[in-house]
């Protein structure tokens, strides 16, 4: 009997040791074979290793694009030198990833709403200050603020007037989070200051804001990001969706019926990407950001950003899509606004128009 137990424990403390050892062989294979990609949108999917890693910041916007453009640049990269690269990817609203990369985010490059959520960064001293010396002013990729509507545009909406006209559902972001629904807000106001010259002959800030605080009212949500927004608006929310371009684009490319209304006032949007210079020295892959950054001007991912509804910075790449692009009679940009240091006292102080707006003042 005794011989039996002592056959039975040894039997169990083999079993232990062997259970142990699977577990540990399983843990280093997985640990040596492959790396979780997370981003903020919650999905994960797995990679295998290669010899260099970067890590991008992106706004959500981009995202379909990326999908296209990340594994073309990969090529590149390994034809010219052999190394191969993961990118790890996070996209969120420009805005939380601006803050999300000054308060610790170790992304080797940003690629944002706008300059102002670069020059956050640049501020914390993670960007270089000559970031947009080059050609194309630190700028990837052009759009305009446009309207989206459902099949046919069943409200006949022709402009932002109607966007004010009695039971409209409006949707656009939320500007505390989203740099698109900055360039949400700076068009619809931008377009009352453009209706005050017409009208009076000067830009009235009052009528403007008035403009803006009408059209507020329609407002069905304030989505934190403009990829959010338009979830909501495919998901049955809203009549009328602000929004960039190139969004409502991708989606028509998709198969989704929308009608895109330009209207005849609107801005233009300017989309920016910067190497963080102080993660990408720590990581060692500076070269390899550098080039990243470089090849989202180049005539061949200004294409691919031109079939995912973006309007090319690139000269040549812009000169080969400008039928597919209307060009709206009131276009301003952003210095018709006075520049983004005016537009953040003005409109996104806490005093300023757009809190006005918010307080019903």
Known sequence: MWKWIANKASRQRVQIVLTGLSILLLLTACGSGSETNANADGEQSGQNKGDITLVIGAYSVVKDAFGDLLPKFQAHWQEKTGQKIVFQESYEASGTQARSIVGGFDADVAVLAMATDIEKI?????????????????MITDSV???GTRDGNPLDIKGW???ANKGVKVLYPNPKTSGGAQWDINAIYGAGLKKAERETGAKDAEFAKQYLKSIHYNVESLDKSGRASMAAFEYGVGDVIVTYENEL????????????????????IENPAAVVHKNAKKHGVEEAAQA????LVSEEAQEIFAEFGFRPVNEKAAAKVKDQFEQPAGLFDIEYLGGWNEVRDTLYSKKGIWYQVLAGI
């Open 145 to 147: 603020v446009v309207l």
């Open 292 to 295: 990243f950054v470089d090849y």
């Open 249 to 268: 684009r991708a989606r028509i490319r998709q198969g989704v019926p929308y009608t895109i209304v330009i209207p005849e006032d609107t801005i233009l």
């Open 161 to 163: 007037d109607d966007l």
């Open 122 to 138: 640049q501020k914390a001293g993670l960007i270089n200050e000559n970031w947009a010396d080059n050609p194309y002013k630190g």
